[in-house]
Structures are given as C-alpha cells and as structure tokens.
C-alpha cells in the first residue's frame, strides 16, 4: 500500500515555542491530507483538511492560527503548533489518500507531542 | 447528532478463539465504512473495506459485515494470535462529496496466549 511518512515521531518542547511536524506521500500524489488529534484511549478527531495550493480547513472548535497548516506541494503537508502549551500535548496523525488508486486512507506513524 | 459506536472498549479473548467487534452508527448514510487496527504510539493501519452495497467482506482471517438496516458492522478475527491484540478502529465516509473519515473511539483487543 501507499506509505504516508510522519516526522518527528515524538516531540518535546518549551511552553511558549512553535513545534512543526511534516507529513509526506513518499509514492503517490495527495492534493488532499488530513491531520488529526488523539487523546489516549479515545478516537482520531479530524482537526482539519489540507488542501494542495489553497488554505487548509478547519473543524469547528479548532484555532486555525493556533494549528497553522501549509500543503505546498502534492507530497508534503505540514502542521505547526503556535506558541504551545502543555494543554497541546498529544498525538498528532497525518493522513492521505491515494484516490488514483483506493478509498483507504493512509496514516503517518503519529507525533507525539508534549510541551513542558 | 452523528455517532459511531464501538461498543465494547476491551475484549479479552482466548488465543484461537473468533473475535467479533462491533461498531454501530447513529445518523449517518455512509458510502462505506472501514477497519483500521492501531497500535500503541502508532497511526492506524488500513485492513478492511466494506461498501454500502456489499454484505461482508473477507481477507485472510478477517471478516467484515455491514449491515445498512440495523446500521451496524461487525469485524471479526477468527483463528485469533497474541499478534492480533491491538486496537481496532472503525470509520465511516459519508456518502457526497466529503473527504474525510469519522472514527469510532476503538476497540481494545487482547488475545491471551
């Protein structure tokens, strides 16, 4: 299957700084990825939808100058947690679809956050 | 308002033994629905693909049912290993135009040697 890489896999920084977490289509083209947040033992929660070219959209309740997202290019979407604080601590996951080839959606291994 | 439901959040069973999960949905026409299994620190793996129009599903020693009526999907395991005990997750995409998956919270699955 298409492999969606997610970098880094873990995370720690200060209260207060920005932390940037990429998230590539290394075999096929995805004009379309989707970023989400998982609390421990419960669901994915779509944050927002990134869109190759244009501005991402957001899920309601989602602070869209808190959680910038730039998808400049059809492999690489990026997602950057502005001024974190400890109450952003959590697993990030990134996915894409190859809709040249399927309907399953493909996930990046996950970034854990936590800010300290 | 729309809901997935996956109602067990742990199942322990017996190596060997056949696993069924469930994941049962409120207010939503999905076009078709998926099983993903995740692991702990992991994004979720891709396993199964059922479609509005299709009864089960079959790949190896998972199967997936759908039944649109009682709005209601049932994964099972058969054969279970240790290997298997993982969360699995169900999703739905709904029919239209929209993109994204909605996921259920998981189910924990512990296969006891």
């Known amino acids: 299957g298409a492999v969606v890489s997610q970098h880094p896999s873990w995370v720690i920084c200060k209260s207060g700084t920005s932390v940037k977490i990429e998230c590539r289509s290394l075999?096929?083209?995805?004009?379309?990825m989707f970023w989400y947040r998982q609390f421990p033992k419960q669901s994915l929660m779509l944050m927002a939808t990134?869109?190759?070219?244009?501005?991402?959209?957001?899920e309601q309740g989602v602070e869209k100058d808190k959680f910038l997202i730039n998808h400049a290019s059809l492999t690489l979407s990026t997602l950057t947690v502005t001024s974190a604080h400890p109450e952003d601590s959590s697993f990030y996951i990134c996915?894409?679809?190859?809709?040249?080839?399927?309907?399953?959606?493909?996930f990046g291994q996950g970034t854990r956050l936590t800010v300290v | 308002s729309q809901k997935i439901e996956q109602n067990s959040e742990a199942l322990n069973i017996q190596e060997g033994k056949t696993a069924t999960l469930t994941c049962n949905y409120t207010?939503?026409?999905?076009?078709?629905l998926q099983w993903y299994r995740q692991d702990p620190g992991r994004g979720p793996v891709f396993l199964l693909l059922?479609?509005?129009?299709?009864k089960e599903k079959r790949k190896e020693r998972l199967k997936v049912t759908f039944d649109t009526t009682l709005k209601q999907s049932l994964f099972h395991i058969t054969a279970s290993q240790p290997a298997d005990s993982a969360t699995y997750l169900c999703?739905?995409?709904?029919?239209?135009?929209?993109?994204?998956?909605?996921f259920g919270s998981g189910t924990q699955l512990t296969v006891l040697p």
């Open positions: 996915s894409a679809r190859d809709w040249g080839a399927a309907t399953s959606a493909f």
């Open positions: 075999d096929f083209q995805a004009t379309t």
């Open positions: 990134s869109n190759e070219g244009s501005k991402a959209t957001y």
């Open positions: 207010n939503y026409s999905p076009a078709y």
């Open positions: 059922i479609r509005e129009n299709e």
């Open positions: 999703a739905l995409h709904p029919s239209g135009s929209a993109r994204q998956l909605t």
